[in-house]
């Protein structure tokens, strides 16, 4: 698993917690779910811009042609065949930590394996801040505090 050129570190190597993984009929991610919709009922979805224009009745191999396999997993989770494409894939690193998610596409059976993955100390950056300007406020408010209950 993991990146190519050893030097460089990968979203899936050295995990510190278990990956979370589920199966759907229906994409979990938002990205392209509106789409799977319309393909399953044979309407029309828009096409890839830079493939033309306009809107077509598509098959679902005709729709995913453009999309990748994911070599790190290539499994799919509901049939355990290797035909998968992935069509969502996430990633947040900020601070040493690493959250990810992806979503495959089984060829084979139509279903989708999502897998997902966050540190277990991994805080997004907005997170991070909230917290850390949470602490000196509580730290302001006890030495001011421990100031009046020293005044007379």
């Not at 396999?69 to 049939?79: E, V």
């Not at 990810?100 to 897998?115: K, V």
């Not at 993955?117 to 602490?135: G, I, M, Q, S, T």
């Amino acid at each position: 698993m993991g990146a190519t050129d050893k030097s460089l570190p990968s979203y899936c190597d050295n995990l510190q917690s278990d990956i979370s993984t589920a199966i759907n009929e229906n994409p979990k991610a938002f990205v392209h779910s509106r789409e799977w919709n319309k393909i399953m009922n044979g309407d029309p979805v828009q096409i890839n811009p830079a493939l033309g224009q306009g809107f077509k009745i598509m098959t679902v191999n005709e729709w995913s042609a453009a999309w990748k396999r994911n070599n790190d997993f290539p499994d799919c989770l509901s049939c355990g065949g290797k035909h998968t494409v992935e069509h969502h894939f996430s990633q947040t690193w900020t601070r040493g930590k690493k959250k990810w998610e992806s979503e495959a596409l089984c060829m084979d059976c139509h279903m989708f394996s999502w897998r997902e993955y966050c540190d277990p100390d991994f805080l997004a950056p907005e997170e991070y801040e909230k917290a850390k300007w949470d602490k000196t406020i509580t730290a302001y408010a006890d030495k001011v505090a421990a100031e009046e209950a020293l005044m007379p």
